[in-house]
């Protein structure tokens, strides 16, 4: 078998650098130790001071007990809230390692105090306190690590270690204080003061600060970014969709937040005390991360939005079940059920987000995407959340219920989670309803389509749609977008997919998938040919189209094979049509008339800005990859509108995307347009093209 022209891809680049081989570097690996211990005492901390309040509180009343959690949990969110650019500003200014050893010192000191003076009024000092240190060694620890790689390469998987860091321990440390609970009670379900729990925060905090101390130098290359939550509220993300978004995010916040704020009266209403309120914050954590991480994998051809509203509703249901049902037992795995439905509409809402805004700007900061909208609003949620859902429970008390012959015992904590659970259930619904980009399919087959895999299409579209495929009759596929964009890539992945479903593909390319294309190829792309006229290159692209449809893409399409092509006629009108500036409806016509026609089932756009796209570009760049960056802006504009006015034949995608996401759902879009496979190497009898047989 020959071949047809495809063209040679680059070679494989390496896999980026991960956390595995960053740990090589003797002060990244102690630093990465130290910041986990700091941030596992941050952690710790949360439900140590919480759960030393609701000793303090006055006597045994479920009610000051509510309110002087709710207190405690408020001031230890609120500076996060108002106080962001001053710390961001100081922490900036000051030696990175020695705003870390600052910080925890300060810390453990705070924290140490709190058991030995043993008053609520410090206690709640103390939380404002810790929580305003700790917006001080957050963005320090953040650029530390990715300051410490002496590469730009390995800095994005540092910046994710980074990120793991800060979140990561948030489990552990829920699980070490019901340990320390069991330990200081002695007794399950025995309640026990929280001195022990601080004890170890400081411990933590004194090891972090002794570790960083051996670290050595922190190079101030990677910038502290820390901003304002409550301006970014204010400006708004600029979008409805995108407000639905912020709404969806916060009814799930609601639900999580509703549940931390009562989670230490809750269990010891229901006899865990201390240990029944760490369990519980333990299920919660483990099932966001759960969330987190199955959010984009979950359901793949599902809709996202929809996702994120079914996740927001379910996420309020089970906060429902949490409020009525009074059994610690069921309470701890249902709050790791709520937390998997919060974690799965956070990472849904957060890629949905970006994934819109990166195609205007993904070299942006990352704190100046979407991203952080939704994180203001989560974190404005929870505050408002954690004010209000104590105070219900306060005001409401415990009430014995006599049923028809029945007692049910209604616990303020229970009624106050009920309420919340009622808001976030109305916001999801208003938010799905808003977010819902597949009106008119109905949900319950959608969802079960996509339980098997598929795409759910309504009988009667499937009916009155035209069917552009048939079975003498292949299917054409090309694949387009500005420099960088990773077409070449996406079109032989796409190629592998289909050849290993059992389909006879041909993958080509343009300009040059013939013997005279490879000779205009040299001329259009060459930097040494000068003097070459926009008509000119605009014919010359036309002669490699006709001859390329002539011998190639015509006689593949027509015995039944699935043609995969690296361009087309639309880059001819988005480079030389909106990126020369010449009649658009001419070089149309022209194409017209060079193709006979023939036009793609299917035109995949990579989308990503050009100063991003370029800057992928390993070889030396070509003749129309040296153009200007406003010839470049052109063409993408270009290819939005030609995308625009054709929107059925287009898959539009953002290429800042990981790899794997967008071959996902390229390999979607190309099922609902593929033919019965035929096997390979099976041709017509009148084929006079052969079958590709190798990439």
């Known amino acids: 078998m020959t071949r047809t022209g495809a063209p040679r891809p680059h070679p ?18 102690r630093l990465r130790i130290a910041l986990s211990l700091s941030s596992a005492a941050q952690w710790l901390g949360v439900p140590a001071l919480t759960a030393m309040a609701a000793v303090l509180a006055r006597g045994d009343d479920p009610a000051a007990r509510a309110q002087a959690i709710g207190g405690t949990l408020a001031l230890l969110l609120l500076p996060a809230v108002v106080l962001p650019p001053v710390a961001g500003l100081l922490a900036a200014r000051v030696d990175r390692r020695l705003m870390l050893i600052i910080a925890d010192v300060l810390r453990l ?26 917006l001080l060694w957050i963005p320090a620890a953040r650029s530390s690590l990715p300051g410490l790689v002496p590469d730009e390469e390995s800095r994005p998987a540092a910046r994710r270690a980074a990120s793991r860091v800060l979140y990561g321990p948030a489990p552990a440390a829920a699980l070490l204080f019901a340990v320390l609970a069991l330990v200081a009670s002695g007794t399950l379900g025995a309640g026990s003061r929280a001195d022990l729990a601080l004890y170890v925060t400081a411990g933590l905090f004194l090891v972090a600060a002794a570790v960083v101390a051996t670290a050595g130098e922190i190079p101030a290359t990677e ?34 937040g509703a549940v931390v704020s009562v989670a230490r009266v809750h269990a010891g209403e229901l006899g865990g005390g201390d240990a029944g309120y760490g369990s519980v914050l333990t299920a919660l954590t483990v099932g966001l991360g759960f969330g987190l991480f199955l959010g984009p994998r979950v359901l793949v051809p599902f809709s996202r939005r929809r996702l994120l509203g079914l996740a927001v509703i379910a996420a309020a249901l089970a906060l429902v079940v949490l409020a009525l049902v009074q059994n610690l037992v069921v309470v701890v795995f249902t709050t790791a059920f709520l937390g998997v439905f919060a974690g799965a509409a956070w990472s849904t809402a957060t890629a ?72 976030a259930l109305l916001a999801g619904l208003v938010a799905y309803r808003r977010l819902d980009d597949r009106r008119g399919i109905p949900l319950f087959p959608d969802l079960r389509a996509a339980l098997h895999g598929e795409i759910y299409t309504p009988p009667e579209q499937a009916a009155a749609a035209p069917q552009p495929v048939h079975r003498n009759r292949g299917v054409f596929i090309a694949f387009e977008g500005g420099e960088g964009a990773g077409k070449t890539t996406q079109a032989r992945l796409a190629a592998i997919w289909l050849r290993d479903h059992g389909y006879d593909v041909v993958t080509t390319h343009e300009p040059g998938a013939t013997k005279i294309g490879m000779r205009l190829r040299a001329m259009l792309l060459d930097r040494d040919t000068t003097g070459l006229s926009d008509r000119a290159e605009t014919l010359l692209y036309a002669a490699d189209r006709a001859d390329h449809v002539a011998n190639v893409i015509r006689p593949a399409v027509e015995r ?26 001419d070089i149309a016509r022209v194409n017209a008339w060079a193709t006979g026609g023939l036009v793609p089932d299917l035109t995949v756009l990579l989308e990503i800005p050009p100063q991003a796209g370029l800057g992928r570009l390993s070889a030396p760049a070509d003749r129309m990859e040296s153009e200007s960056q406003e010839f470049h802006e052109r063409v993408r504009a270009g290819f939005h509108a030609l995308a625009e006015a054709d929107p059925e034949r287009y898959l539009i995608l953002d290429a800042s995307r990981p790899q794997g996401e967008l071959s996902r759902e390229i390999q979607y879009r190309i099922r609902e347009i593929l033919p019965d496979p035929v096997p390979l190497g099976t041709e017509d009898a009148t084929s006079t093209f052969p079958v590709i047989t190798d990439f």
């Open 223 to 256: 910038p502290v970014a820390a901003p304002s939550p409550l301006k970014l509220i204010f400006q708004g993300p600029g979008s409805a969709a995108a407000r639905g978004l912020g709404l969806a995010i916060a009814a799930a916040s609601v639900t999580a």
């Open 352 to 423: 949905a987000l970006r994934e819109a805004d990166a195609a205007r700007d993904p070299d942006a900061p990352e704190d100046a995407r979407p991203a952080a909208f939704l994180r203001s609003v989560a974190l404005i949620a929870v505050l408002i959340t954690f004010a209000a859902v104590p105070l219900i429970a306060a005001l409401v008390g415990s009430h014995r219920l006599d049923l028809g012959g029945g007692v049910y015992d209604a616990y303020g904590s229970g009624v106050a989670m009920l309420a919340a659970a009622v808001v």
């Open 109 to 134: 000191v705070v924290v140490v105090t709190v058991p030995l003076v043993d008053a609520l009024p410090w206690t709640f000092a103390a939380a404002f306190l810790v929580s305003c240190l700790s």
């Open 560 to 585: 039944g094979a699935i043609v995969v092509s690296d361009r087309y006629v639309d880059s001819s009108l988005a480079y030389q049509g909106f990126g020369r500036q010449l009649p658009v409806e």
């Open 12 to 29: 494989a680049a390496p896999p980026p650098p991960g956390v595995s081989s960053l740990s090589s570097i003797g002060p990244f690996r």
